[in-house]
Nanobody
């Protein structure tokens, strides 16, 4: 089992920045960030793999968001810059014990473990 705990969400004006974190109880091969807005399905935002540190982003956040992980601390991060109102959602951290290469890393059902989520609200 893996416990995941997100932190760092909050409210920010459009154009602002936030950094959210996810502390894991142990190492996992793949980790990712997903988000879910009210009335919408949970969707992948970014994924990172421990092998080589390869990253993958959904097109809507490319150039604005950066995913990273500190394997020594078993912590995942998402730096979000130039935030837009459409980025408003509950952000979830997910982890899997296998390598989920694209596009598998963007599919929620491929992840074994989930955090409780942290709310990000961007006002215009």
């Amino acid at each position: 089992q893996v416990q995941l705990a997100e932190s760092g969400g909050g409210s920010v004006q459009a154009g602002g920045s936030l950094k959210i974190s996810c502390a894991a109880s142990r190492y996992t091969s793949s980790m990712g960030w997903f988000r879910q807005a009210p009335g919408e399905a949970r969707a992948g935002v970014a994924t990172i793999y421990s092998r080589g540190g390869s990253t993958y982003y959904v097109d809507s956040v490319k150039g604005r968001f950066t995913i990273s992980r500190d394997n020594a601390k078993n912590t995942l991060y998402l730096q979000m810059n130039s935030l837009k109102p459409e980025d408003t959602a509950m952000y979830y951290c997910a982890a899997a014990d296998r390598f989920l290469f694209p596009p598998l890393g963007s599919v929620p059902s491929n992840y074994n473990y989930w955090g409780q989520g942290t709310q990000v609200t961007v006002s215009s």
